[in-house]
């Protein structure tokens, strides 16, 4: 007795183990893929922050930057771009002039104003080789270039260059922009701060000319994730060596100028980790990147108009004391962006959101110790799912797997929100998820593995359907049963006995074997449910243990594909064994009461009722009428449209007053339909003439048809009876019936 729990106890050591081993593989591979992020993982990731980031943000933001816009109006009134550059330095001027504390332009100014008359003047001489002089016009007008480079050497302006990451695109005669000028602290065993920062492979600056007399430059590049989203910003940039500020922080370094010591660049081991600038403390990635807090869509801070500025038409008020982002918003020079809260979002106000996030104090932080909080998360995660998953019942796991991920995502949510801190809740949701389905499937499939051989026996005894309602359904394993419209299939071999004295019991078997497996298997595609072998009959329904729609249909179906499949075996049972099989089938629907019938200990699933009885009734009436299919006039509603219909006779069958409209119904498959239909016009017309008692013209039309199919018995019955009727005048059935006084 000791043996059977030992037993038990080591299955499911096993069962456990499995689970286990399979949930920290799962933990595993799940920590792997958060520490090497695959480019498709990541990509899930960032719209999983887009979403956060989409409901936390604020639209506050401080009154101290505007965006002058060299806007469509301003191309519309002062011509298309690029404008003369005595032009920009006019607009430059009048910025300063209203007072504004710094000036970022996001334009590159890397070649010669093509308009500037010296230029003007050494083309036509190249090109055509004519001397163009400009008589009346200062000295001082004769080059652009330095109209532009005397003003910016009067104003706090800042000029935007870009950094190449490929190949060398730089002519040699450069004036290289002027690096970052910070104080570097690092804590003991750091490396240099520029190693961890992007590495550049050249630049493209502005004009020596301007690099010389601009108060500072800064870089205009901005780093786009893998879909091309701007969610986070290089602050600065390491070339040849050095560090290099972004033109959103040399613009603020140029507008608190002499208010603030040099910034203060704190490395770790790790990398960068913030630049300190006054009495604000710039959150930084590793790599120097900032996490942008995007104040809201394209458009949200102040734009300018610039061609109005140079009409004198806005007032100085909107640009005193505000840091100006030079920038343009016209059609075809739009800088585009794509921001987690807007498509299209201006260049521009890339720079203008970080001096805004600095000023502001207003930073999403993402400090070192969060990738380790995030794996501690998977694996934490990981280890409760396998255990509750490989230990507890489904009604715990759910809840407690439910309140998990709930955790994770406001955890996630509120850190976001409340603290600015971006804590990533997209893989520990990924264990959750993988372990939860993972695991749970494969308990399901164990413990299927362990029902398989009880469920393998049961079915041997009762049909497989009825297995499945039962296992899915116990409540069902009673002696009540429901009532149901039911179609019903009785099927017979005729004369089985007589052929069987022939034949060995071994070859009985066989022959039983190869008839009933295709028999069965034409009513399980039908969808039907196989009750019983009678012997050498088969009894089975359609519409139980589960809804059948169009079961009527189905049966009708079934039984012409019996009787079609027949045709092809008794070429087989021919051969093999001598003989040829001729069946009877009765098909009729009606109400019937469906369920498990027997006693407490033993119990069959079946039908009962006087529905059965009647199906029962027309197959054996198949060998009266000399018929291979009777059915009734319950199974003509849903019959397919491709079949052909007799009637046959209007019969009160042993046991039932109400009598029976019986048909038999012809598949086309192994029948010359065009003769079949004369056949059956024929027929109907002495049929009608039987139901007038005109049975002398009755008579001639079945006896032609007699001697036309002798093979049809049902003819010569008719023929018969109107015999009897001819010699027995007023003796006619009045209404129609034939009684059957045998089952």
Known sequence: MLQIPKRVSKVFEKFHLTILAAGIAVTLLTSMVYIFKPTYISLLEYKLYDFYFQKVYTETKTDSVAIVDIDEYSLNKFGQWPWPRYRVALLLQKINVAGALAVGADILFAEPDGTSPVVLQKALKRDLNVDVQFEGLPKGLLDNDQILANVLQKGPFVLGYSFAFTQSVVKKDILAPANLNAVEIREPGAIPGYHHLFEARDVIPPMPVFVRNAALTGFMNTMTDEDGVVRKTPLIISWEDKIYPQLSLATLLCAL???????????????????????????????????????????????????KILEDKISPELLKGKIIFLGTSAAGLLDIRISPLDQIYPGVEVHATVVDNILSKDFIQRPDWVPGLELICILLWGCITTLLIGWTSSTLTLPITFMLAISALFGGFWTFDKLNIWVSPFFPMIVLILNFSILNLQKFWQSERQKKFFRSAFSKYVSKAVVDQLTDNPEKLSLEGEEKNISILFADIRGFTTLSEHLSPSQVTELLHDYFTPITQIIINNHG??????????????????????????????????????????????????????????????????????????????????NVNLASRLESLTKFYGLQLLVDETMLKDCPPDMLIQEIDLVRVKGKEKPARIYTIYSPSHDNVSQREIEISAYKKGLTLYRENSFVEAEQYFRELSTTYPERKLYSIYQERCTHFIQNPGNENEDGVFVHTEK
């Open 529 to 610: 449910t196989h009750d019983k072998f009678i012997g050498d009959a088969v009894m089975c329904f359609w519409n139980a243990p589960v809804d059948v729609a169009h079961h009527e249909q189905l049966a009708v179906k079934s039984a012409l594909e019996i009787l079609d499949a027949l045709h092809d075996l008794n070429t087989e049972f021919k051969n093999k064994f001598g003989i040829q099989l001729k069946i009877g089938i009765g098909l009729h629907s009606g109400v019937c009461r469906v369920g498990n019938m027997g006693s407490d200990d033993i119990f069959d699933y079946t039908i009962i009722g006087d």
């Open 257 to 307: 100028k002499d208010k603030i010591p040099a910034p203060a660049i704190k490395v770790t081991k790790k990398g960068i980790e913030s630049i300190k600038l006054g009495d604000a403390v710039i959150p930084l990635q590793s790599n120097g990147a900032i996490l942008i807090n995007y104040r809201g869509p394209g458009n949200t801070f102040p734009y300018i108009s610039a061609g």
